[in-house]
């Protein structure tokens, strides 16, 4: 064997270089081509390890993602939808959550929270009924929009009717649920028919009370720390905070969350939502009007002078911030004598004495944004504002708002009347009172205070279903 050829011996590979100086003379490159290739062991071999530390790597990096991140696999989230369906319009409200041992994890960014109102409310289609479907579906299709097709079927829908269905007809309320239980049966959403329903004002109010002190941090904790809400709505208005008093039954429940229970007073006070206040005392001034024998002309107090109504003769709008707070306390105290407990704030229904701070959303809220005013004092600033402008003329207005909605514009007399006569003259918050403000979010994440997030925590926390189907009871 000549020296130097071991066993497996290196092929050598002689190219020829032409030199253009001499074509005769040829240079020979030595490369070498190794022909004893490593066995295939040995590759496999490399090639595992090579897997198993990117396995490894990968793994690690999934877990720094999950632990340290707060990034989870697409497959972790679940997803639930709640329609709110109010007086003055529905609204989706699509959630995503996951679990964290077992229990839910909510947020209520934009990437885990969105929400679509549609007006008008499904009330609006006591006539037709068949008419709901529209709004329910375009809700349907918007909820569809945020929820992975493969996870339809597990995600529940519900759609919860506030006020101003109650004010209809029950056999009305069910024609109109039965064409929304039509559609949400066909949405490709996980759907059961008892999950499309009119729910009770005492729910509404309880629900909104569980997102404002889940949103403050205080759900959970002790009640005694929590912060009531008082909402005043379209159609009706609710007054809900835990009390310790002896409350008569049916004005409170028992629930729990996180281990506490909370023994909390609500009430919904139906036809007590602004809208619907404003509107039936229009009607009582009308109906004096027709009944009044001189042919003097009824004034309404809580409409600024010059402003013409849609079909309503015999009244006209002559703005008198004082005249319309007693108005607006009149309707407030009809029925007070009535009162069979040992105390009403509103009509002949039970109040416990106020407990702990509160909360004042929706049209508490929308009036004072408008009006500019701050949290400290708002209540008596609230009167000062609204003296001023129930009596200003309803074309002055128009040209100093411009770009404020007719539709809320002229509402705001009236209701910054209501609001006075419901908080400090019936409910009895002072007018300086440090425990009241207006609100339309809370806490450090600024969480809506859309009574449907409450809904949605609870009935999520109460019985996490494993997604085997077991099913969820709403509180009720
Ligand atoms: N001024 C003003 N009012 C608003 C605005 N948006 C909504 N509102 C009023 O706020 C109230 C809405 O409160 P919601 O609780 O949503 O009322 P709703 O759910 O339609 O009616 P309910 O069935 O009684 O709950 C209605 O009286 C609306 O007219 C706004 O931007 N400005
Ligand atoms: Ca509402």
């Known amino acids: 064997m000549k020296p130097g050829m071991e066993e497996n011996p290196l092929k050598v590979q002689m190219l020829p270089v ?194 404002a002190n889940y949103a403050l941090g205080s759900l959970g904790g ?53 809208d619907e206040a404003q509107e039936e005392i229009l009607k009582s001034l009308q109906n004096s009007a027709a009944n009044s024998t001189e042919d003097g002309i009824i004034t309404d107090p809580c409409t600024p002078k010059g402003y013409i109504y849609d079909n309503v003769n015999s009244v006209q709008a002559a703005g008198n911030y004082s005249a319309c707070r007693s108005v607006t306390l009149a309707k407030l105290q009809e029925g007070k004598e009535n009162c069979v407990y040992p105390h009403c704030s509103i009509g002949s229904t039970f109040t416990p004495a106020l407990q702990g701070k509160f909360l004042a959303t929706e049209n508490f809220y929308h009036t004072s944004k408008f009006f500019g005013l701050d949290e400290k004092d708002w209540l008596s600033e609230m009167i000062k504002a609204g003296k001023s402008f129930c009596g200003e003329e309803w074309s002055k207005l128009k040209e100093k708002y411009p770009t404020t909605k007719e539709k809320y514009l002229d509402g705001y007399c009236f209701s910054s009347a209501y609001i006075i006569s419901m908080l400090h003259d019936s409910l009895g918050f002072a007018l300086d009172d440090e425990r009241i403000e207006f609100a339309n979010k809370a806490g450090e994440k600024g969480i809506s205070l859309d009574w449907a997030l409450g809904a949605f925590i609870l009935n999520t926390d109460t019985t996490t279903s494993d997604y085997s189907g077991r099913s969820r009871k709403m509180l009720g």
């Open 18 to 211: 032409h030199h253009k100086s001499s074509p005769t003379s040829t240079t020979y490159i030595f490369t070498t081509k190794s022909e004893s290739k490593p066995t295939k062991p040995i590759l496999l071999l490399i090639l595992a390890s090579f897997f198993s530390i990117a396995i490894t790597l990968a793994f690690l990096f999934v877990l720094y993602m999950i632990t340290f991140s707060g990034w989870k696999p697409r497959s972790s989230f679940r997803y639930s939808v709640v329609i709110d369906a109010g007086s003055s319009g529905s609204r989706a409200h699509v959630f995503r959550y996951w679990l964290e041992s077992g229990k839910p994890v909510f947020d209520f960014g934009e990437e885990n929270y969105a929400s679509l109102k549609l007006s008008p409310g499904l009330s609006s289609y006591a006539d037709n009924p068949q008419g709901a479907s529209v709004s329910v579906a375009e809700l349907v299709e918007f909820a569809k929009g945020r929820v992975p097709k493969g996870k339809l079927k597990k995600s529940e829908i519900r759609l919860m009717a506030t006020a101003g269905m109650r004010l209809l007809d029950v056999s009305v309320q069910e024609e109109i649920l039965e064409v929304t239980r039509g559609v949400l049966r066909s949405s490709g959403f996980k759907f059961q028919d008892e999950w499309a329903s009119v729910i009770s004002g005492f729910d509404e109010g309880m629900y909104a009370w569980v997102v």
């Open 222 to 274: 002790d009640p005694l720390h929590t912060t009531g809400i008082v909402e005043l709505g379209g159609a009706s208005a609710q007054v809900t905070f835990f009390s310790n008093e002896v409350v008569p039954p049916g004005f409170s429940r028992t629930i729990s969350y996180g281990g506490v229970s909370y023994k909390i007073y609500s009430h919904s006070f139906l036809h007590y939502g602004q």
